[in-house]
């Protein structure tokens, strides 16, 4: 038996949602504010077709690792919820979920290559590829993912979904798929046999709390009250950091050997960031090569992972947790606390605007943060000298990573050196 027969209450889905249930547009974008039910309905929709058979799932993440704690669990908390653990078996480790009728969901890394170009699904090819939080990815990893749907069976359709919020207007997916079209940001859905595009905000999720509604509604702030309460594209007005460029840097990683890393420390609602960098001192410019950004990392996890990436050099770690930096240094991790003190926010980022920052392509969440860090502003949108303290964890790391380049050096403005140094 291929087809299960699959019988669904209307009820259990968002309305919004219920007519793309069977959309086979070869690119499907979801996107809009946080919490308007698009993890879960994708979610729905990969175990409906799943069971009708015919077709493979491939769902990633940048992060192979933060898959299992958010969308296997989804995907699974919708098997149980609909009672058909006995139509399907999950492997957690593998990352795999098997139906009876022998179609599978495979989820996996974009950041585990060799993993990707090795996997199949045990019978047929993978008819749809699907990216959550995609705005984390690279152009070229979801180009790689659509080459990689080429032939194999002609009739059934091929799909690559992505799902994501929109952080900002510069980014590649925004280039690539809602310039060409005309996108205005008022519109809702664009539907065409190549391209699908939904927009949801909160006010399409019915399964909301009142706390949920109030926390999304009570936003203050205008770009994130934009981004996250209305689903519309990020514009950033007074952005802190213009002075970066991206680069792809893999060919110079043998010339990086004066090393400046800084580590922020985070766990389930910060991600633990590291920010890996070299310095080119006399040309003022600092050149960030590689990053880690992942929630949920205990400190043995972590300290394997810095150790992996920068092995015996330094790391400045956020002195407000000074355990954790024992617990690293315990695991072998070349790790020291920032010293910070009074201003040092202020006058690290002034430090930071005077320097040539080049972001290497691959470093995703590093050129997310520069792009979104922004200065608070007053009631008529004016900027006020105040970081807004959010998506700060590399830029923070980054900070800690200079601490020792930017003593004694006088930069003038607000916050003067002798604060600096306690
Ligand atoms: N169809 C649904 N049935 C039950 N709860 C839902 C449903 N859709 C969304 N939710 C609830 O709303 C929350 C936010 O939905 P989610 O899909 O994670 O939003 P998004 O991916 O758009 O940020 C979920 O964690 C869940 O609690
Ligand atoms: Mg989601």
């Known amino acids: 038996m291929s087809s299960i ?12 949602f219920i007519p793309y249930l069977d959309c086979m547009s070869r690119i499907q974008l979801f996107y809009g504010g946080a919490a308007s039910g698009k993890s879960v309905f994708l979610a729905q929709r990969d175990i ?24 296997i669990q989804e995907l699974v908390k919708v098997i149980s ?7 399907f078996s999950v492997n957690k480790t593998d990352g795999t979920i098997t139906c009876n009728n022998g179609y599978q969901i495979i989820f996996a890394g974009l950041d585990d290559v060799e993993k990707l170009k090795s996997l199949t699904p045990a ?17 070229s990893s979801i180009k790689q993912l659509l080459k990689r749907q080429r032939g194999g069976d002609e009739k059934t359709a091929k799909r690559l979904t992505l799902s994501f919020n929109p952080i900002i207007q510069d980014h590649w997916i925004y280039k690539d798929y809602f310039s060409p079209i005309g996108w205005a940001d008022s519109q809702k859905e664009y539907n065409t046999p190549e391209l699908f595009i939904l927009k ?4 399409d999720n019915r399964f909301l709390t009142k706390d949920d509604i109030h926390d999304l509604e009570s936003e203050t702030d205008e770009y994130f009250k934009n981004v996250y309460t209305l689903g ?28 400046r890393n800084g580590l922020d420390f985070g766990f389930s609602s910060d991600p633990a960031a590291l920010f890996v960098s070299h310095y080119n001192k006399s040309k003022k410019t600092i050149y960030i090569f590689d990053e880690l950004y992942e929630r949920g990392l205990t400190n043995d996890i972590l300290a ?16 407000a947790e000074p355990k954790s930096i024992a617990e690293l240094r315990q695991h072998g991790v070349n790790a020291r606390g920032a010293k910070k003190g009074k201003d040092s926010v202020d006058h690290g980022i002034q430090w930071l605007q ?6 290497d392509t691959k470093c995703i969440n590093t050129q997310n943060e520069f792009r979104q860090y922004k200065w608070k502003e007053d009631s008529r949108g004016n900027a006020m000298r105040i970081p807004v303290d959010f998506n700060n964890h590399l830029i923070d790391a980054g900070r800690y990573a200079y601490e020792a380049d930017m003593v004694n050096v006088s930069i003038g403005g607000k916050a003067k050196v002798g604060n600096y140094i306690q």
Do not use: H, P
Not at 123 to 139: H, L, N, P, Q, Y
Not at 200 to 203: C, F, H, K, P
Not at 354 to 359: L, S
């Open 5 to 16: 027969k699959v019988n669904v209450d209307e009820g259990v889905f968002n309305k919004a």
């Open 48 to 71: 409906i077709d799943v069971m009708k058979g015919g077709r493979n799932f491939l769902i990633c993440r940048q992060v192979g690792r933060t898959l299992r704690g958010s969308v």
């Open 81 to 87: 919820e609909w009672g058909l653990n006995n139509l």
């Open 123 to 139: 019978k047929g090819v993978f008819t749809d590829i699907r990216v959550e939080e995609a705005t984390e990815t690279e152009r």
């Open 200 to 203: 949801t905000t909160y006010l």
């Open 232 to 259: 519309l594209w990020g514009v950033l007005g007074n952005v802190i950091f213009k002075n970066w460029i991206v680069e792809d840097l893999s060919e110079m990683q043998d010339q990086f050997v004066n090393r």
């Open 304 to 319: 394997g992972e810095v150790k992996r990436i920068v092995e015996n050099d330094l790391v400045i770690c956020d002195s």
């Open 354 to 359: 005077q320097q040539k920052i080049i972001i």
